[in-house]
């Protein structure tokens, strides 16, 4: 079914995608992932200075929701931006808090 020329599937995805963001830690995620860099569950808890669990819940609501992608490398998984065109949704809402 199309709305507008719009696919109600995708714009039901984008606005899962949205909800997920939707929140200042995840927001900071996806600013530290921006450039295609990879970063593990310890590096982005480090970065974000909050407990290594809370880091995780985070970062699987991300993945849930299609934000993010991981790979595992050894002992580690790196979690990357799935599109990174999203960084864009967090340079506009910067802006717009300006």
Known sequence: MKLSGLNI?????????LKAIAHPMRIAIIGFLEGGKKLTVTQIHELLNIEQSTTSHHLGILKDKGVLLS??????TFYFLRHNNLTQIVDCINKCCD
Do not use: P, T, V, Y
């Not at 599937?9 to 995608?17: G, I, K, S």
């Open 71 to 76: 790979k595992r490398e050894g002992k580690n």
């Open 9 to 17: 599937e995708h714009l039901e995805n984008a606005a899962n995608m």
